[in-house]
């Protein structure tokens, strides 16, 4: 009788080392490493940003997503004091409606965007910042391909002064 359960056993446990590793891929783990990445790419930057003390400037928007064309752009952003001044279509020189863009209208709410998407957890979300001053060129928010997401371009960047300006 014991060598029938023997011999069982044996089958059993060779079955066994031959069987596929099933594994869960690391997906809490990696998540949470991206997140604590972005956040403290986002804090250096801020930080970077914040010394600067730009309060004029002016910026090109351009979005690529599935939305309105007046979302899309490019447009053009000018603040003064910190106070989006305008934003206009970059094309036809015609004022966009300051709502529809009201989370890109200036760097500090760019700023707030990054932030909001970290914490919700929800989206993919990529970052490149400017070297020297700090603000986001790209913040690429969900997946663009399934019609899910957004991809923003911010470019000639303009710190302004007393009717003269610094391309940077």
Sequence with gaps: MR???????????????????????????????ITN??????????????????????YRVSNSCFCLPDFRGPLIIEVRNGITKSITNAQTGKRVNPELLQQY??????????????????????VVYNSQLGY???????????????????SNFEVLGQGSYIKR
């Design 37 to 58: 990445s972005n956040l403290t790419q986002l804090k250096i930057n801020r930080q970077l940003w914040n010394r600067q003390k730009i309060n004029n400037y002016r």
């Design 105 to 126: 209208s200036t760097i500090p709410k760019l700023f707030n965007l990054i932030r909001n998407t970290i914490n919700s957890g929800e989206s993919e979300l990529t």
């Design 136 to 154: 986001p060129t790209q913040i690429n928010i969900g997946n663009l391909a399934a019609d899910a997401g957004i991809f923003t371009t911010i």
């Design 3 to 33: 060598l029938p359960i023997a011999i069982g056993a044996i089958l059993v446990a060779s079955l066994s080392l031959n069987a596929p590793v099933m594994s869960v891929p690391p997906t809490h783990g990696a998540k949470a490493e």
